[in-house]
């Protein structure tokens, strides 16, 4: 398995810049003006869209619901660039990674119900105490999850395992196809926040040759 | 310090429509158009300026019900801005909106200003609830 080899793009790029970063807090300098211009601009589209669906007669209709999903998709990407470049200090807290993980599975299996894909989810069966910033993770792994749901496999069934090894959590999704390619021309940015966050806990985001595989880990002594 | 005198009673003005009004205030006409279309939707007058010295000269003037401003403008920023009204009029409802990234020390100040700090994109939803409930 490895890194970033199999990830082209932006996605790609920030991937490679995960281990450098004195290069992160660079990107950060530079996208922060234009990521400022960007949202003001998307206020305003957001703002008119609104207005412009109210208006209509017809708000319940397909088409807003389609722009809608387009503007959600332009704010999440900004969002996410933002988020990868933000400083990251862990707040870590105790807490147990199979109960953790257990309880975002039916989320999890909703959103990508609508796509017709299955999170089959296999975990051990005590608990795994850990220590870790779980909002960060969740906010990795939730936008990895919706990332599949808008721009995922068409269908088809991701194997979701956790587990403790030896010193090291392992958390693995598996798929029937390739996880990095997608059905548009979206880029997956919830993979560089995620190898980000998982950095920051020494951990390591790592992606198998075929890209059917996607593996987090990261040591179980957290301090 | 205060940076100019309070008044001893904020009185709100009338717009030119003859009732209460919102002031708004972003130096990016797009941007103030925008929200001002949308609050004009949702009944409230709203009268617009750019910039935030224009905002206090009207102030003199004509005592808004709610404030509505952007943080990052040339001159008298946001911020700033805030600090004046709320020095002048202890009682004035005050918004901000900005597409700065607020880390959790300027958001702390800002919300000792401010009784709502939004980000762009907002939410529309929410910047209407907090209007009609703030503009009364």
Redesign the interface.
């Known amino acids: 398995m490895s890194t970033a080899a199999q990830v082209d793009g932006l996605a790609g790029a920030l991937l490679r810049c995960v281990e450098e970063p004195d290069r992160i807090a660079l990107i950060q300098v530079l996208l ?1 003006r234009y ?3 960007l ?10 869209l ?2 412009a669906r ?2 209509s007669g017809n708000p319940s209709g397909p088409e807003w619901g389609r722009a809608d999903s387009a503007y959600r998709s332009m ?1 999440a990407m900004i969002e996410q660039v ?1 988020l990868f470049c ?1 400083p990251l200090q862990p707040s870590l807290a105790e807490g147990d990674l199979n109960h953790w993980i257990e309880q975002r599975v039916p989320d999890w299996q909703r959103a990508l119900a609508s796509r017709f894909l299955r999170l089959e989810p296999c975990g051990p069966a005590e608990a795994l105490p850990s220590r870790f910033d779980w909002n960060r993770l969740a906010q990795g792994l939730d936008a990895l999850i919706q990332f599949w749901a808008a721009q995922g496999p068409a269908d088809g069934t991701i194997r979701l395992s956790w587990q403790r090894d030896l010193d090291r959590f392992r958390v693995r999704f598996e798929g029937e196809a390739s996880l990095i390619r997608t059905q548009g021309d979206e880029e997956n940015l919830a993979l560089p926040v995620l190898a980000r966050v998982l950095r920051a806990h020494q951990g390591t985001l790592a992606i198998a040759a075929d890209s059917c595989a996607i593996e987090l880990s990261w040591p179980t002594d957290q301090r | 310090m205060p940076l100019l005198s309070p008044l001893t009673e904020a009185s709100p003005m009338v717009s030119s429509c003859g009732g209460p009004f919102v002031l708004l205030v972003d130096d990016d006409a797009i941007g103030r158009a925008s929200i001002a279309r949308l609050l004009d939707h949702a009944g409230h007058s709203c009268i617009d300026v750019g910039s935030g010295r224009e905002a206090l000269d009207l102030c003199d003037d004509r005592c808004p019900r709610l404030v509505i401003t952007d943080l990052c403008m040339p001159g008298l920023d946001g911020q700033d801005l805030g600090r004046c009204l709320r020095d002048r009029f202890p009682g004035l409802a005050l918004i901000l909106i900005t597409a700065q990234q607020l880390d959790a020390g300027l958001l702390g100040e800002l919300r000792n200003t401010f009784d709502e700090v939004l980000s762009k994109p907002v939410d529309c939803d929410r910047l209407i609830d907090r209007v009609s409930h703030l503009a009364v």
């Open positions: 922060d990521c400022h211009r949202r003001n601009r998307l206020n305003s589209m957001k703002l008119s609104y207005l109210r208006l704010e933002q933000t």
